[in-house]
């Protein structure tokens, strides 16, 4: 079984702050591991994604995010935060083939204020 | 390239109604896949096409969704008769047969809400 927690359903910053969105998860098969954002009246859109290769992954507008297996975790960052950032995130597993479900957790809404 | 597209966007509708809300995959995309969100709680899967095939519908919640997906190209799904609790944005997503990131491509969603 595969579930994941994206701790905090909102997280502020202000404009220029780091942005840390925390995702752990759980699974009992070696994963796949996904970020997508979705601006207001979008759909999801793909950041980055975890495909068993380089733990550190870097995905489009300057976000990254780093497979820790010993903690589970697949938190995102963006070392410097912009108004065009706020948007909700949502931390995504899946098992590690093609054509399988993809497990989300709840959604982080960004919020950056100037 | 074209995105995956869903129409309608938005959909009212009261309880008893019937409603099919569709999907267009990305061309030579195989895999299809619906997911839902109902308010305040997490995306949730629905179900898997490969081709015209379903692969796995265990998300389904009940018999009164019925997916379809006629000669492998766009899909439907339709909820009859409606409840308040189908209410929520509906997703569809697709990807390529062989894709080796299992890398989803989303729609921008159908919300139906329904009265």
């Known amino acids: 079984a595969q579930s994941v927690t994206q701790l905090g359903s909102h997280v502020s910053v202000s404009e220029g702050a780091l942005v840390l969105l925390r995702c752990n998860y759980s699974?009992?098969?070696?994963?796949?591991l996904f970020w997508y954002v979705q601006y207001p009246n979008q759909g999801l859109q793909l950041l980055l994604k975890y495909t068993s290769a380089a733990t550190l992954v870097k995905g489009i507008n300057g976000f990254e995010a780093e497979f820790k297996k010993s903690e589970t975790s697949f938190h995102l960052t963006k070392p410097s935060a912009h108004m065009s950032d706020a948007a909700e995130y949502f931390c995504a597993v899946s098992s590690n083939q093609a054509g399988t479900a993809l497990i989300f957790g709840k959604g982080t809404t960004l919020s950056v204020s100037s | 390239e074209a995105g995956v597209t869903q129409f309608p966007s938005h959909s009212v509708i009261e309880k008893g109604q019937t409603v099919t809300l569709r999907c267009d995959p990305i061309s030579g995309h195989d895999n299809l896949y619906w997911y839902r969100r109902v308010m305040g709680k997490e995306i949730k899967f629905l179900l898997h096409f490969v081709k015209e095939s379903k692969q796995d519908e265990s998300g389904m919640p009940n018999n009164r969704f019925l997916a379809e997906r006629t000669g492998g190209t766009y899909s439907t799904l339709k909820v009859q008769p409606a409840e308040l609790e189908d209410s929520g944005v509906y997703f569809c997503?697709?990807?390529?047969?062989?894709?080796?990131?299992?890398?989803?491509?989303f729609g921008p969603g159908t919300r139906l809400t329904v009265l």
């Open positions: 997503a697709s990807s390529q047969l062989a894709g080796v990131s299992n890398e989803q491509f």
């Open positions: 699974s009992s098969v070696p994963p796949y």
